[in-house]
């Protein structure tokens, strides 16, 4: 079984499937194998990380463009937020809360992060339009991704609003916690990092230490569970972990990773301790090779990122969310040693 110390996770990954992955309309969903799928439609959440990851980009003003422009086509009449456009139309089949969660965060970071103009004004006037929106979410992580977006950027910045959305998931905390169990709900599932990192995130602004101490348990008792071998095992989305019961070892997907990666740094940024700097480059070296099945995830021919871990080894199809959780999580770790606040993703 590798480990982090044989790992050489800072291979010079590229952006060539990631570009290759977005057409003429945004990013696309799925590919078969290392191969664009145009049948398999956008969404709203994929486009909203590719969003993300170009305002990053030194060229990625056009890209930028292109991703905004899908997701505020994605508004409708209604005006609700469809998360999916398929073979020309828009479809709820795959709506939730959480990935319209993910849009504000996105938005949020363009509104504050961008060197572009234009798609600073864009993304903060499509932010506003929808953010009043995010007071009916009842999903943690949709709460969650809201959290994260009014914390970063003066512009968004909304104690009230965040403090009552901070409130539920503390109470969810509260009411779930037990002798051995220090979670938010009776289970844990996909992107749990985001959960903990969200109460981090909120204690910055806020200065209230109880989200602080909320934060820093769930996020020690997530990583107890996924670090429990030495190297980050997530969570298999085979029954996902029910509390008392044994944890899936598969499907292991990518975007879990990023989640652990971008909550520790978070943890590492208020608390100075080497200690979550460490788990977040484990979380890291998972795409290299650093977990369960000892496979790199990461194609150097391709520069795709494979879909997940199966008791079989990697499944070959390298699409959007996989591509992007790696590039986010590079983005992360490459310039960890420069200002707080770069935890977004």
């Known amino acids: 079984m590798n480990s982090y110390g044989r790992i050489k996770p800072q291979l010079m990954v590229t952006y060539q499937h990631f570009l290759k992955m977005t057409d003429d309309i945004g990013m696309l969903q799925f590919s078969r194998l290392d191969q664009p799928d145009p049948y398999s439609g956008h969404t709203l959440?994929?486009?909203a990380r590719a969003l993300i990851l170009s305002i990053f980009m030194q060229d990625g003003q056009d890209l930028a463009q292109k991703y905004l422009a899908f997701m505020d086509h994605c508004q409708q009449e209604d005006g609700s937020w469809s998360n999916l456009l398929l073979k020309g139309r828009y479809s709820s089949l795959i709506n939730s809360e959480d990935s319209i969660g993910r849009a504000l965060l996105a938005l949020s970071v363009g509104a504050s992060r961008s060197n572009w103009d234009d798609?600073?004004?864009y993304c903060r006037d499509l932010l506003q339009l929808n953010l009043p929106r995010a007071v009916t979410f009842t999903s943690p992580r949709a709460i969650a991704?809201?959290?994260l977006a009014l914390a970063i950027g003066d512009a968004v910045k909304k104690v009230h609003t965040m403090?009552?959305?901070?409130?539920?998931?503390?109470?969810?905390y509260k009411g779930k916690k037990g002798a051995g169990w220090y979670w938010f709900e009776?289970?844990?599932?996909y992107c749990n990092g985001i959960l903990p990192q969200s109460m981090i995130a909120v204690y910055e602004i806020t200065g209230d230490k109880r989200y602080l101490k909320a934060g820093l348990e769930t996020l020690n008792f997530l990583n107890d569970t996924l670090f429990r071998d030495g190297y980050l095992n997530i969570i298999g989305n085979q029954g996902w972990y029910q509390r008392g019961q044994a944890i899936p070892a598969y499907d292991q997907q990518p975007v879990d990773a990023a989640s652990v990666a971008f909550a520790c740094y978070q943890a590492y940024t208020i608390t100075a301790k080497s200690e979550y700097l460490e788990l977040a480059k484990r979380a890291y070296a998972w795409y290299f090779g650093a977990n369960i099945c000892g496979l790199s995830l990461y194609n150097q021919n391709t520069g795709g990122c494979y879909d997940a871990l199966t008791p079989s080894g990697v499944n070959l199809n390298q699409g959007a969310e996989a591509i992007l959780s790696l590039l986010l999580t590079d983005r992360l770790i490459s310039t960890s040693v420069n200002?707080?606040?770069s935890a977004i993703g």
């Open 119 to 121: 798609i600073k004004n």
């Open 339 to 341: 200002a707080a606040g």
């Open 45 to 47: 959440d994929d486009n």
């Open 163 to 172: 403090t009552g959305m901070a409130e539920y998931l503390l109470n969810l």
């Open 186 to 189: 009776d289970y844990m599932t």
């Open 145 to 147: 991704y809201t959290l």
